[in-house]
């Protein structure tokens, strides 16, 4: 038989196959309460502007609350044959309500229903989203302020260049995710406007209040365009690129802290709360939640592409090609929110390791800048000369297999005679951290001001 909401033109049933092709229940579901919402608003509206009566609306306001309850205990049964979630929660309401239910859909269609229902979607995200950023800061703030004194090696290429601090290195990601967190606030301003009232795609000759059903909605306005209202899903990709950038950032730290917590770096303990044992190994600690986080990403990034590929050939205004949005958005939502309750949590139970982070900000010629600029600074040295007998100091102490501060004055000496004894006091690495006090350098005291900066922003 054919379709309940669209079968009058239709002798015959659809292909099992068709059905299958074209239902979305199986994920749209998701959007339940969207969905009801947008209804519930909708309703209202066509009563206020007099298209439909009062009582009318409020039999449809109450039916739906009952339907929304059905889905949220597990008692609502979903149908494929009835394809999504919008004709799933009309037909329901039909059963309970009767007549009145067919008189919902007035002025309205499914293009700008899951439009509307979709953002609303996507808005809850971003919220939920720049919550799971603030909390993730926060743990980083908690870290930055433990050892905002303590020195570690900073690296290029990986290999070791100056001593930076442990505080520093913190919220240099705090500077990253507070980006993030500006970008998905742009998002959801640019995103606040409502499709509904765009109806299929050129608007409706009934006399409805679009502002009015915008602002049930919690959005800023009604969107201005209809051709466009039911067409943009450009909501979606602004929140899919802005959580693809995030996600590649929790994926740099995910990498450091593999790193960090293996036994040849040691600068960080990983609590037993977020680390694995081996089945065969019995000293294991494996980093898999920082792992799978860093895997994870791959998902939100390939959310990005799906999206711009189904988006980018099609003409205005909907094409079923618009209903593949919702399963790579659930995704990338899913993975992005459970890859910042990991890192945060992740972040709060880990423990530097003091000694270790000295120990290595102290290897691998660390505070040869710092040499090179005493030559310039003491004795007048073009600072590309004092690069080059610096290099060469480097080399003997490399020759002698020890480091920097462990040379004797005369081997400092013996390759530039003009060295004094007080070359010793820029070798240490406290000495050459505190040295930096250019502004948003490593100096403990520069980490501390950028602490209370950011400690007033998330108030
Ligand atoms: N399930 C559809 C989607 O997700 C709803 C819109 C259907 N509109 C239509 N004209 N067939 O896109």
């Known amino acids: 038989s054919s379709n309940q909401m669209w079968g009058g033109r239709f002798a015959a049933g659809p292909d099992a196959i068709m059905e299958a092709i074209n239902a979305s229940i199986g994920y749209d579901q998701r959007m339940a309460a969207q969905d009801i919402a947008g209804s519930r608003a909708h309703a209202a509206m066509l009563a206020a ?24 205990t597990g008692r609502f049964e979903f149908s494929t044959a009835l394809e999504d979630i919008h004709m799933n929660v009309e037909a329901r309401l039909k059963q309970i309500i009767g007549e009145p239910a067919g008189r919902l859909h007035t002025a309205r269609s499914r293009n700008d229903q899951v439009a509307t229902d979709f953002k609303l979607w996507v808005r809850d995200q971003i919220d939920a989203a720049i919550d799971g950023i603030k909390a993730l800061i926060t743990a980083l703030i908690g870290q930055a302020e433990i050892g905002s004194d303590w020195v570690m090696p900073g690296f290029t290429h990986l290999q070791t260049a100056q001593p ?51 602002a049930a909605l919690g959005f800023d306005r009604p969107s201005a365009n209809s051709l466009d209202a039911v ?57 898999d939640a920082a792992e799978l986080l860093r895997a994870k990403i791959g998902r939100i990034f390939g959310a990005n592409v799906a999206l711009m590929t189904v988006m980018k050939g099609l003409p205005l205004a909907y094409s079923k090609d618009m209903q593949e949005d ?24 880990m423990t530097g390791n003091r000694d270790a982070l000295a120990a290595a900000a102290g290897s691998g010629f660390s505070t040869a800048t710092d040499l090179a600029d005493w030559l310039v600074r003491e004795l007048n040295m073009p600072f590309r000369d004092a690069h080059h007998v610096t290099g060469s100091l480097v080399a003997l102490a490399e020759s002698k297999g020890c480091d920097l501060p462990d040379l004797t004055l005369a081997d400092m000496k013996s390759v530039h005679g003009p060295i004094t004894e007080a070359v010793f006091d820029v ?4 000495k050459s951290v505190a040295s930096r006090m250019s502004y948003g350098g490593t100096a403990p005291a520069q980490v501390v001001t950028q602490i209370e900066r950011w400690k007033k922003v998330l108030e």
Request: hydrophobic share 45%.
């Open 326 to 349: 919702k399963e790579q958005v659930f995704d990338a939502a899913d993975s992005l929110m459970l890859a910042l309750a990991a890192m945060t949590g992740m972040v709060s139970d």
């Open 164 to 214: 930076v601090t442990w505080g520093h290195h913190m919220m240099a990601y705090v500077e990253m995710l507070g980006r993030d967190l500006s970008r998905f606030q742009d998002a959801r301003k640019r995103m606040n406007e409502c499709p509904l009232g765009a109806a299929a795609l050129a608007g409706t000759s009934f006399p409805i209040d679009r502002h009015m059903t915008a």
């Open 49 to 72: 502007t007099g298209i439909i009566t009062d009582s009318d609306a409020d039999t449809i306001r109450e039916g739906l609350l009952t339907v929304l309850s059905e889905i949220e």
């Open 231 to 287: 067409a943009d899903r450009d909501f979606a990709l602004d929140f899919l690129s802005c959580a693809s950038i995030c996600a590649m950032h929790l994926s740099r730290f995910a990498e450091e802290l593999v790193i960090w917590s293996s036994a040849q770096f040691r600068f960080v303990t990983m609590s037993d709360k977020w680390s694995t044992g081996s089945s065969i190994m019995p000293q294991k600690r494996n980093p």
């Open 427 to 430: 070798l240490g690495v406290d």
